[in-house]
């Protein structure tokens, strides 16, 4: 039976407090200065090194020098000092290579490794190094991912003495938990790229179904977070918006870039619909060349058959206004066609009369000047979309919810889906698909619902409108905040801050 002294009791508790602190960090910066902060104070080495493998070098990621008072790397100054090639000739690499650990007494006599670099360093600096101890960090698949090299052990009294030789065993163990501390923590950070580049994907391929969004995604997501990041700015100074820690930004950025996803469900002759009747116009100009040539051709008939001037002039007089008819419907069906005309009360009675006029087909069937859904089409007041379309377009936020409900999000992208599928509810209420209202919707759907506003009016890349100037589209979010449907504290704080200058593109 083995006696441990309580020396070694301590240290074994040491480990595993230190095990402990090292899972519980987040930040690979603070990671990397505990690995180095924590074998030093173990080992009550005055200074340490940690080097990462990358590609075929190690580069420098921690430096720390107790006495010289230097803490760089990490959170501190950056390290400008080029990488150290993985040779057998340099003690780090070296370790790298053979996965052993070596404990040199005094770098001064030792002559198995090339310590010109420390002699040096220690020329320049007025510095001494003496013992020094280099241990491979290899994670839980036998991989060597960097090194810790940790420099002039001390005793109680500060003088410089040789590494003791159970420090190999005790710092091999914090190596080998930080090693798989930070394999973990690279493979989390490769799942949440892979995850990230996924959904910019996906974001991209519904931006690409229809040439009006060639851009509005990204764009949507990136003034999201810079929104985000300017309601920070104006927190610190005066307290009164919420603020966005990182993880909080990343969920409203992911929910920017996925908020449009039920497009993928939105047919795309509703979705790529440029004017109120579109491809069915070519067959109502059509329809009215028929009637027009039907008409003449009754007209002419009529002529042969008549002797008397009187009778000749009132037919022509009668042809005249006919004409003058159908070319003035003509016109008003191309005004109304077209999604810049506001069809008010007027046009919409005039469209109607048009429509109430009947002509005879090529078989003796009565049929009228515009089909029912014709006039519905250009009866519509604003915008392409009649009521039966807007409802098939508004539904991509059901569809986007119940699509983002499938996927597993991770604990703080939990609030994606919910966010995502709310960018168009409204305060007053009067938003879809909820009708949330006033406090029920949270900052970050007011956030998704200003930008998304903001992208549609500027956007110069949708083929059927130009962009909206700065100004005129500001002016038009300002209406949409005073008839309570956007967030007015949001607009002003994007407007004073310019938002859109922070994004590209």
């Known amino acids: 039976m083995k006696i441990y002294t309580p020396e070694i009791l301590e240290q074994v508790e040491d480990i595993i407090s230190i095990g402990i602190a090292l899972s519980a960090e987040k930040d690979r910066n603070r990671l990397l200065e505990m690995i180095v902060s924590e074998a030093r104070r173990i080992t009550n080495a005055d200074a340490g090194t940690l080097y990462l493998c990358e590609g075929d070098c190690l580069s420098f990621k921690i430096m720390q020098n107790e006495s010289m008072n230097t803490f760089r790397g990490g959170q501190g100054d950056p390290i400008d000092l080029p990488p150290v090639p993985i040779r ?43 013992s020094m101890l280099v241990i491979p960090l ?28 159970y420090f190999e065993h005790v710092i091999s163990s914090l190596a080998s938990q ?36 060639a851009n509005h995604t990204r764009r949507v997501a990136l ?50 619909k440029a004017t109120r009747i579109e491809h069915q116009l070519e ?68 469209i109607q009369e048009i429509a109430s006029r009947t002509y005879l087909d090529r078989d003796g069937a009565q049929k009228p000047w515009l089909k029912e859904e014709e006039l519905t089409a250009l009866s519509v007041s ?11 377009m508004e539904d991509h936020v059901v569809v986007t919810a119940r699509m983002l409900d499938k996927i597993p999000f991770t604990r703080k992208l939990k609030d994606v889906p919910y966010f995502a599928s ?13 009708g949330l209202k006033g406090g029920e919707i949270p900052v970050e759907g007011r ?27 500001l002016k038009i979010l300002g209406f949409m905040v005073r008839d309570g449907q956007l967030d007015g504290g949001l607009l002003d704080i994007f407007s004073r801050n310019k938002v859109w200058e922070r994004i590209e593109g």
Not at 382 to 392: A, F, P, W
Request: with cysteine; net charge negative.
């Open 88 to 130: 057998m000739e340099n003690v780090s690499a070296y370790v790298a290579i053979t996965r052993k650990s070596v404990n040199i007494s005094n770098v001064y006599q030792a002559e198995e490794f090339d310590f010109s670099g420390p002699r040096k360093f220690d020329e320049a600096t007025g510095y001494k190094t003496l």
């Open 138 to 165: 290899e994670n839980h698949e036998g991989t060597v991912i960097g090194v810790l090299q940790l420099i002039n052990a001390r005793d109680v009294n500060g003088e410089l003495i040789p590494f003791a030789k």
């Open 178 to 213: 930080a090693a798989i501390f930070l394999t973990n923590m690279q493979l989390l950070d490769d799942i949440e790229n892979l995850f990230n580049s996924f959904v910019e994907v996906m974001a991209t391929a519904i931006d690409s179904r229809t040439p009006y969004n």
């Open 223 to 272: 003034l999201a977070g810079e929104l985000a990041r300017a309601i920070n700015q104006e927190q610190v100074n005066s307290g009164e918006h919420p603020s966005f820690d990182a993880d909080r930004i990343a969920q409203l950025v992911m929910a920017g870039w996925l908020h449009d996803i039920g497009k993928i469900a939105t047919p795309l002759e509703v979705m790529d």
């Open 283 to 350: 067959l109502v100009m059509q329809r009215f060349d028929y009637i027009y040539a039907a008409r003449k051709a009754e007209y002419l008939e009529k002529k042969l058959l008549l002797d008397k001037t009187e009778e000749l002039e009132q037919l022509d007089k009668c042809w005249q206004m006919e004409q003058d008819y159908l070319k003035e419907s003509r016109e008003l069906v191309l005004k109304c066609d077209n999604p810049s005309t506001f069809v008010d009360s007027e046009l919409k009675e005039k």
């Open 382 to 392: 604003k915008g392409t979309l009649t009521d039966t379309e807007r409802r098939i």
């Open 422 to 434: 709310i960018h168009h509810e409204h305060l007053n209420g009067k938003g879809y698909p909820k």
């Open 447 to 473: 956030i998704l619902a200003l930008v998304d506003v903001f992208d549609a009016l500027t956007a110069d890349d949708r083929p059927y409108k130009k962009a909206m100037p700065l100004e005129q589209a």
